[in-house]
């Protein structure tokens, strides 16, 4: 108001719009100074200054414009009353030009406020005044969309859903043809549209709220809520695909909108804190979700008339996340659910369905079969009525599990196929290309799974053995499934999805083969679980490692690499930034998300359908059982363990024999959790330390359970581990328990094997170089100059950045080592993150004696530190690394923690040392905990003693760490000095073995010849 005060000069029109300009520039704040009500009051004074100032209509439609402003302003605050008065005034300004784009919109929103008004007379007196208007044009435009859309609507409300589908694709159909332009209103098009499909295609509501928020990016003021709305419309329609952190992404973005207003619309604030409580729900976060509905109720109690309908919907859901904490409030809340249907039955056609079916589950889970059984079909006729086959399909996956736990598994069979029968599932072997594009990967895998799982329980009671073959066929069709989706045109959260439903689906399937083997052992059998197994490992390895290259090695151009590795490492990077942003940073990194989420899609349609057979294939599919036995050395032993639920299964094999078994997991649970637990927190006080007689029982009984019984006399094994085991190194592994023994002398399987390790069989045997070097250049990096005064010396490389000494010497012990390699020595504060990504890709061998954190919540977190550790420049994320295309032939990570990281179930560790393979280092050193410092300087220096002879580099650890343990104090040979530095990936000799012989006899020769030619002169 003071702003106006310094204007004394302002005529009324010119007031009116410093009003609007005023109370734009309020609903543009971080959160709103003035009231709704107040803003209302401003624009409807400067209404009435501007309507006083302009007695006569004169085709000026700054005013309309004014008003318009105002009017939708009301419109997106819900005050539809108001909103249609203002539209109505508009009309009555309008009224002598009505061929005008303002006329017809506004027509369209008396329409739109009278329905959402209950005046459904009123909307459609509306909505045939456009239809008149448009009977006798030949050219239509946005405003006949927009009115399409209205009748839709419409019709909606009158739940005639058919009809109102034909207005929708006719709207659709319309824009498509001549609004190519995009803008505000074809955005609100598209969300209302998208809302509506949202029951009933989730899909094609997706794809609608993807252009809604692409032409409402650019709102400002209050229709950023709309902006909201698209985000939160977006989180429900891709939460039906089960794109689990995309969602939270687009919830959050719509959640921060909102934030910015202190009033908010009531349906708009319902609708993305229900989204919110969902999200809760499916991470079974039930405390957050108990408390957000609780949000929900307390705000519709607030209202009154038809609002209240909806309230045993959120009454439903709260009871839901009560009984997942089994708290005894769920009944009284569910008892109030069934209350409230009772007096309000008038609830919105979406979700009266879904509280039916949520009582049904409370009913199913309290194994009240009667009272599940009839609200499971009141849900039925309810969603028959709604036409929703995608609902339909989960609740009868819902009253298959009640009917499995019960044990009346025929009936849970004939539940379960009633379900598949809805999303068209028919059993055939492959799927073409168009439909994979629109699959719902929940909708494929969950009906899938439950099946197999009811299968093999019929086998165990029936011992028929047509349940097992026909279990086994679901699970190889899941797999089919999941890798065409894992290479489709999905985003990276649809191939995690699939990863999770793939692991269950592999841990039913090994069952399922090992009942089979039991039963009669065939070696396709096992063969078919090895396949299963390295499914997962394989095929995530083979996405980020060869994904960017592929196009290249297929022979396409290099540019569509980089446009590969461009997208990918900036999704990366902006989810890791969406991760750590407040709530107006949000905003705008998921704006940015989306828009480049949006391009790559176009990319990745684009090569799809430009080189469809690269694309759907995969690159480089797995090769055999069969064909890695015949590659695999003589005196190798390969062990490959699967960590499922209740069961530990292991395929292991050599070249010429196979095992298939499965290890209850309570057997090695206890043990490897002291175990790990020890050895990775190892500097605590001595009271909570093992003694050499506890450490060995535990060791050996890891020993027993998972290698002793399938051990075929092989010198060499080889480990691929799954979940907790993959932080475990077996060479601790106590073979026999000795009495009188201590950790020096002690029986280590380490003493017996040489061990390695691979995070996939088939990525060791196609990836793997196999070329030996003879001068190799080194990059040889420390965090610690060797001239440094060293005040805070840390013991461990871990974050707190206090100085190494023996890293120094550990990059001088390498130079000394290596006389024939050419050595890059980098030290201190030379030795920076910057320099590391400027010489890295030059260099045969990489050393990096730095610090390192490994992040076991977020993967890509997963960093080293390097020099200026205050810096955030100094730290080498995992995710940089994906940038990176090295050559070198390995890669010695000797910091704390390179190979811990998250643990994803049959995919292995995604950690930094990952990185490093996905940068195309076939060989990786690598340590599984806190390395101590002096410790670590003296088994790499022995290390590249014996690398230096040319033997192998997993012969090269053995060696080394046997002569740490013959020569250091007994307090240093305790397995956390010296086992978690382990070999990763190809283990292959990197220096070229010294010959002796042929040296020897290359000088003889030489002598021989020089005494010739001596001879031949004098004579």
């Known amino acids: 108001m003071k702003e106006l005060g310094r204007c004394p000069r302002l005529n009324r029109s010119g007031l009116n719009r410093t009003y609007l300009r005023y109370l734009a520039i309020q609903l543009n704040q971080p959160l709103m100074t003035f009231s709704l009500r107040t803003c209302i009051v401003l624009n409807l004074l400067s209404i009435l200054l501007c309507v006083s100032a302009t007695p006569v209509f004169q085709g000026n439609f700054r005013n309309v414009d004014a008003l318009i402003e105002v009017a939708d302003s009301l419109f997106i605050f819900e005050d539809y009353t108001r909103a249609e008065n203002v539209y109505k005034q508009v009309l009555t300004m309008i009224g002598q030009t009505p061929n005008t784009p303002e006329y017809l919109h506004t027509l369209n929103r008396v329409a739109r406020s009278a329905i959402e008004g209950n005046n459904l007379s009123t909307a ?18 946005l405003q006949r969309a927009e009115t399409l859309k209205e009748w839709g609507i419409y019709y909606s409300r009158l739940k005639d859903y058919g009809l109102a589908q034909d207005y ?53 003021g209050i229709k950023r809520l709309q902006l909201a709305a698209g985000y939160n419309l977006l989180g429900a329609a891709v939460r039906a695909r089960g794109e689990t952190e995309l969602r939270n992404n687009y919830i959050s973005a719509a959640l921060a909108i909102l934030n910015q207003f202190s009033t908010r619309p009531f349906s708009l604030s319902r609708d993305i804190f229900y989204n919110l409580g969902v999200q809760y729900i499916d991470g079974n976060e039930f405390a957050k979700a108990e408390k957000t509905f609780s949000s929900i109720i307390n705000l519709i109690e607030s209202k009154n008339g038809s609002a209240r309908s909806q309230l045993p919907v959120y009454y439903a859901l709260k009871g839901i996340s009560l009984e997942a904490m089994h708290d005894p409030q769920a009944s009284i809340i ?3 659910v069934e209350k409230h249907l009772l007096e309000q039955p008038q609830i919105n056609h979406g979700h009266l ?15 009240q079969s009667d009272s599940a059984r009839f609200y499971f079909n009141r849900a039925i006729e309810q969603y028959l009525v709604d036409s929703n086959t995608h609902q339909l399909s989960e609740l009868y996956q819902d009253q298959s599990r009640m009917e499995l736990a019960s044990n009346n598994l025929e009936n849970a069979l004939e539940k379960i196929d009633t379900a598949l029968l809805l999303i068209d599932y028919n059993g055939e072997e492959l799927f073409d290309q168009s439909k994979l594009i629109d699959i719902n990967i929940d909708d494929f895998f969950n009906p899938l799974e439950l099946k197999g799982r009811i299968l093999r329980q019929l086998f165990e009671m029936t011992e028929n053995e047509k349940y097992l073959f026909e279990s086994l066929a679901i699970y190889q069709h899941i797999e ?42 065939l070696p396709e059998y096992i063969s078919t679980a090895f396949s299963f197994m390295e499914h997962n490992r394989y095929a995530e390895l083979v996405h980020d490692l060869s994904q960017a290259r592929s196009f290249v090695t297929k022979g396409l151009k290099d540019s569509i690499s980089d446009q590969n590795l461009y997208f990918t490492s900036t999704i990366q990077k902006l989810q890791m930034q969406l991760d750590n942003a407040s709530a107006n940073e949000s905003i705008l990194i998921t704006d940015s998300l989306f828009k480049i989420r949006n391009d790559y899609n176009v990319f990745r349609n684009q090569l799809a359908s430009d080189f469809p057979g690269e694309f759907l294939v995969r690159y480089d599919s797995m090769i055999s059982l069969a064909q890695i036995q015949s590659r695999l050395e003589p005196d190798l032993q390969l062990f490959e363990y699967f960590w499922g639920d209740s069961d530990l299964f292991l395929v292991t094999f050599t070249r010429d024999s196979a095992i298939l078994a499965s290890i209850p997991i309570a057997s090695v649970e206890l043990s490897l959790s002291r175990l790990l637990s020890w050895m990775d927190d190892y500097l605590v006080p001595d009271s909570l330390l093992l003694s050499y007689s506890d450490f060995a029982q535990l060791a050996n009984s890891m020993y027993n359970s998972l290698v002793a019984p399938y051990l075929l006399d092989k010198n060499q094994l080889l480990i691929l581990a799954d979940g907790p085991l993959a932080f475990f190194p077996f060479e601790v592994m106590i073979t026999d328990t000795v009495p009188d023994s201590h950790f020096k002398n002690a029986p280590y399987l380490l003493k017996q094997h040489e061990i390695r390790y691979s995070y996939s069989a088939n990525w060791l045997y196609k990836m793997r170089q196999g070329y030996a070097l003879k001068r190799p250049h080194i990059l040889a990096m420390s965090y610690t100059a060797t001239h440094e005064e060293n005040k805070f010396i840390s013991s461990a490389r871990q974050q707190d950045y206090k100085d190494l000494p023996f890293s120094a010497q550990e990059v001088e012990a390498i130079a000394n080592r290596m006389k024939d390699a050419d050595v890059t020595k980098l030290t201190g504060t030379q030795a920076t993150k910057k320099r590391f990504l400027e010489l890295a890709p030059n260099y045969d061998l990489i050393h990096l004696a730095v610090h390192g954190i490994g992040d076991t919540a977020n993967a890509l977190n997963s960093h080293l530190i390097f020099k200026n550790a205050d810096s955030l420049e100094s730290r080498l994320f995992a995710y940089e690394l994906y940038d990176l295309d090295l050559k070198a032939r390995l890669a010695i990570l000797s910091a704390c923690e390179t190979g811990v990281g998250k643990a994803y179930k049959g995919e292995g560790v995604f950690s930094i040392a990952r990185g490093f393979a996905y ?24 290390f590249y003693e014996y690398l230096n002879q040319g033997v192998s580099v997993s012969k090269a650890i053995q060696m080394a760490k046997l002569e740490y343990l013959e020569v250091t104090d007994p307090h240093g040979t305790k397995p956390f000095f010296w086992a978690g530095f382990v ?26 010849i020089m005494i010739t030619l001596i001879r031949y002169r004098l004579s």
């Not at 369905?353 to 194994?367: E, F, I, K, W």
């Not at 002096?934 to 088994?939: L, P, V």
């Open 480 to 521: 089919q499934i999941a890798e065409f989706t894992r290479n489709g045109p999905y985003s990276e959260g649809t191939k995690i999805l699939v990863s999770e439903h793939f692991y269950r689906s592999a841990e039913g399937a090994l069952q399922t083969l090992t009942n089979l083997n039991n039963r009669s052992p």
């Open 353 to 367: 369905g879904y509280v039916y079916q949520g009582l049904g589950r409370h009913y199913g889970h309290n194994r």
């Open 983 to 1008: 070999p990763m990936g190809d283990i292959s000799p990197v220096i070229e073995p010294k010959n002796k012989v042929f040296s020897v006899i290359l000088l003889i020769s030489a002598l021989i």
């Open 334 to 336: 569910l008892l109030q």
């Open 919 to 942: 940068a195309n280092i076939p060989s990786i050193v690598m340590s599984l905990w806190k390395a101590n410092d002096q410790a670590t300087f003296q088994i790499m220096d022995y």
């Open 124 to 141: 459609r007196n509306n909505l045939e005044s456009a239809d008149q208007f448009w009977q006798n044009q030949e050219e239509l435009n």
């Open 168 to 220: 929708f694709n006719k709207c659709l159909e319309l824009i498509d043809n001549c609004c190519p332009g995009g803008g505000e209103i074809i955005g609100n098009i598209y969300l209302d549209i998208g809302d509506f499909l949202l029951y009933q295609d989730d899909t094609q509501s997706e794809k609608l709220a993807n252009q809604a928020v692409k032409n409402l990016l650019n709102s400002s």
